[in-house]
């Protein structure tokens, strides 16, 4: 059986690839940095640390030339987060050495009651209203700092299935690691020397209580990452279900499902692979409204 083929990358070439597109996109639109919003996560704190890698090495070769660029994190949380997110969140900061703010957002949240009091009835519209709200926060913040908004979405997110809120935190300037899959992403992050904790944690989208992607999905970024490029190289959806890197993956993820939540949210590989591409249609509909730039970045495939 043919292999779905993989990408690999060389972090150093690709760390300093997606630093340049940042500070060329900074420079271009006469901007003093970028604001992100940190939340803790692997992703977040990847775009964050590539980011300040790169603003470093500019700053360091145009010291006396040019005006030093700044990335400031803004942590930004409501009733739903847990404490241990803010506490990563800041530590990922003091770790990078950048200007960091925590803003509790719940007062904002709370005020929709007043002119959206339906989105209360629902933990899935008010989660993407909470996600809103935060980029409303942000791109305010890079507003009246001149700065421009990073996003931190991943490219099995954004571009494999579209996981994320439409006009909240797809609403960026640009998507630094919006090329790498979640694999590569953690492979950069240790590469970039962030905290194992980090690298490993769950990945949430931190809007309701409890979530988590896996629960949400009922598989993870490995098997969006599988089927997304078994679709590109040609493998048709029938194939894919039955693809011995896709198959026992799925069949162990349904199980594991339904050990964490008490019933299975998919009963076979094919159901799992329907869901993946119908997704995948989702994201490139999102995408026709919302296509931040990404940079070009060097992956090999084997």
Do not use: W
């Not at 979530?211 to 598989?219: A, I, P, T």
């Not at 076979?268 to 970045?297: C, G, N, W, Y």
Request: neutral net charge.
């Amino acid at each position: 059986m043919k292999k779905i083929r993989l990408a690999t990358m060389d972090c150093r070439q690709v760390c300093r690839e997606i630093g340049d597109f940042v500070i060329k996109a900074v420079l271009e639109t006469a901007s003093s940095g970028c604001v992100i919003g940190l939340s803790g996560g692997v992703d977040s704190s990847t775009a964050a640390a590539l980011i300040k890698t790169g603003f470093d090495r500019h700053n360091a070769k145009h010291a006396k030339t040019h005006r030093q660029l700044e990335l400031v994190g803004y942590i930004l949380p409501s009733r739903v987060n847990p404490t241990q997110d803010e506490a990563d969140a800041e530590a990922v900061a003091g770790a990078l050495g950048i200007r960091c703010e925590i803003h509790s957002i719940e007062n904002l949240v709370e005020a929709f009651q007043s002119t959206n009091p339906e989105v209360f009835e629902s933990k899935f519209h008010k989660g993407n209203m909470i996600s809103r709200i935060r980029a409303n926060v942000l791109s305010t913040k890079a507003a009246t700092e001149n700065k421009i908004l990073a996003g931190t979405g991943n490219r099995d997110e954004d571009i494999g299935i579209g996981y994320y809120t439409l006009f909240g935190d797809g609403a960026v300037h640009l998507s630094p690691i919006a090329g790498l899959p979640k694999r590569l992403v953690r492979e950069m992050a240790a590469f970039l020397g962030l905290d194992e904790k980090i690298i490993h944690r769950e990945p949430t989208a931190g809007l309701e209580p409890g979530q988590s992607d896996f629960k949400d999905l009922g598989y993870d970024y490995d098997v969006v990452e599988l089927v997304s490029e078994g679709l590109r190289q040609g493998f048709s959806r029938e194939a894919l279900a039955k693809h011995e890197q896709v198959a026992p993956l799925i069949e162990k993820q349904i199980k594991q499902y339904a050990s964490i939540c008490g019933s299975r949210k998919f009963n076979s590989p094919e159901a799992v692979v329907e869901d993946v591409l119908k997704r995948h249609e989702q994201a490139k509909a999102k995408m026709k409204i919302i296509h931040p730039p990404t940079p070009p970045i060097t992956l090999s495939y084997r």
